[in-house]
């Protein structure tokens, strides 16, 4: 600074000055996450990195995602020292298949860039149980003799499907698998089902399927006659 006055013997005065500029910088890392396959009974737990890299105290506000399958762990407003860090916790529960992307906002007391974002994806993943009919109609046949018919079991899910268990098939059908059957992703199990007439008049049964699929157990209904 300098200042000039009518002093004949300091006409012109100069006066250092110096200062330094302070600021809270935000900053996240990494700067996207996949969560990968999560099952859509579960959930699956990743963090992100908040620093403060600035000059001066950094306040974080709030952390939250735009979408529903993600959610922040135990976040609360709170003060980040020059050079501190924050783990925070981000869980994906996904409730549905497929694929979902989301981003992750934190907005902070910064100055330049108050808001922090990080892209997240992750694949909610559950196997389904299906039948290539929805019952099993043998028609009309003859005491003591077998009539098979096919039914086919597939998997129209994104993971692997456990068939666990079968019904016994009741007095008068009966089938036959080596358990527990593990089927992929687009898989198709042929489940043979034999009736056998043991007694004139008509035969009814509950065909049961246990498998790990959401849905629960599959129920197939049988029907002959003799």
Do not use: C, H, M, W
Request: overall charge positive; cysteine-free.
């Amino acid at each position: 600074l300098r200042l000039r006055s009518n002093d004949p013997d300091a006409g012109l005065v100069a006066i250092p000055l110096q200062g330094r500029a302070v600021e809270a910088e935000l900053s996240l890392s990494p700067a996207s996450l996949d969560f990968g396959q999560v099952r859509l009974s579960g959930f699956r737990d990743t963090t992100v990195v908040l620093s403060n890299s600035g000059n001066t105290s950094l306040t974080l506000r709030s952390a939250s995602f735009d979408s529903s399958a993600f959610e922040v762990v135990g976040f609360r407003p709170q003060q980040l020292g020059t050079g501190q860090q924050l783990a925070l916790t981000l869980r994906f529960r996904p409730s549905s298949i497929g694929p979902v992307a989301a981003r992750l906002s934190v907005l902070s007391d910064a100055s330049r860039r108050p808001r922090g974002e990080v892209a997240v994806s992750g694949i909610g993943s559950a196997p389904v149980l299906g039948a290539s009919l929805e019952a099993l109609d043998f028609g009309a046949g003859q005491l003591q003799r077998s009539k098979t018919l096919v039914l086919e079991l597939a998997n129209s899910g994104n993971t692997g499907l456990i068939i666990q268990r079968l019904g016994l098939g009741g007095e008068s059908f009966q089938v036959t698998a080596n358990l527990p059957l593990t089927l992929a992703p687009g898989e198709v199990y042929r489940l043979r089902v034999a009736f056998l007439p043991l007694r004139s008049g008509e035969n009814l049964y509950t065909q049961e399927i246990a498998s790990d699929a959401a849905t629960g157990q599959l129920r197939i209904p049988l029907k002959g006659s003799s």
